[in-house]
Structure formats: structure tokens, C-alpha cells
């Protein structure tokens, strides 16, 4: 029992200087989720003409047809329903559930959700640059931004959606105001 005792006290002693602390972008896995203010996103840009080429380089044409509304995957320009019969029955009006580029509340989770999730299988692949020129590319085509504007960290959690404030009550939106702290809650219809 001393014996043991001992062992236990000496694994509490010195450190040896051997290793060092982890650095944040140790800690931070390279598909982590980005929140809706862009905290996290790492160094890069990229443009919606850079995004053009590699829409076709990387073969996200393959999946999402050659301008984004064709193809056996989830229609990336346009609103819901955009034309895939069989896709748009399959998944309520299109777009994978609703959640079409253009319903997404804040473009960083458009950027998440490119590289965290694609290209399918191969999740990963994509640099940061590539994955912010993806980025502005789907957001031009949808008529957010202009095809010379640059996404950065700075910039594109600045983007303004069209659904910001459509799913939940967001600063800006008109009902915000008369919430406060301690109301009940509404009884459901």
C-alpha cells in the first residue's frame, strides 16, 4: 500500500519540461461549425469568379448541374422548387428541406456548410480559399452580392441574407423590440 502510495505521489511531481500547451488552432478542428458572426472562420478570400472556376474544377457540377439547378443533388441558385421534379417531391419544395442558399439566415453557415460537407465523401479537400470563393460564388448567382466583391473573415459575416430575422426573432426584426426578459411564452395555436 506505501508502495503504491508513492508511485502515486511521485506521478505528481515534476514535469520534465517535456511538451508544450496546444494552440488555439490545435484545439480547433479543421471542419469545426462556424456561428452566425463568423467567429472562427480562418485566413483566406476568394471572389465569385475564382468561385466559377472551381464550381467546375472541383466538380460540383457533377451533383448540382453546370448553373445549380440541375443535377440529382440539392439545387443551389434560386428559390424552392427550382425544377427537379423528383428531388423537389422528395424534399418539401426542394432545396434539402427548405434550406436553400437564399434561406440560410447568416453566409457564414453557407461557409460552414461547404466545408464541413463537401465535396460528398471527401470532406476536407478544400482549401480556405477555395471554400470562400465557392462562397461568394453561390451567394452571386443568388443575387446577394456582386461578382467582384472579396469574402473574407471581415467581410462575410457582414452579408446581408434575405432570410435574416425569417426563421427567429433577430435584433432587426420588428418583433424583437417587444420582447423582454421574463415574458411568457405564447401559447401555441
Known sequence: MLLAAGV????QGP???LGRPPTAEELRPPGAAIGPDGRGLPPGSGTAAEGALLYVAR???ACHGPTGVEGPGPHLVGPRGSG?????AAYEG???QGRGVTNFMFAPQIWSWINQGMPLNQQGFLTAD????LTAYLLHRN???EEDDVLDADSLPRVR???RGTFAYTPDHPAFAEWTPGMPRRRAR
Do not use: L
Not at 8 to 11: M, P, R, V
Open 8 to 11: 502515486a505521489a511521485g506521478a
Open 15 to 17: 514535469t520534465y519540461e
Open 59 to 61: 466538380a460540383c457540377s
Open 84 to 88: 427537379n421534379t423528383h428531388y423537389d
Open 94 to 96: 426542394g432545396n434539402w
Open 130 to 133: 477555395e471554400v470562400y470563393s
Open 143 to 145: 443575387g446577394i452580392i
Open 161 to 163: 441574407m434575405p432570410a
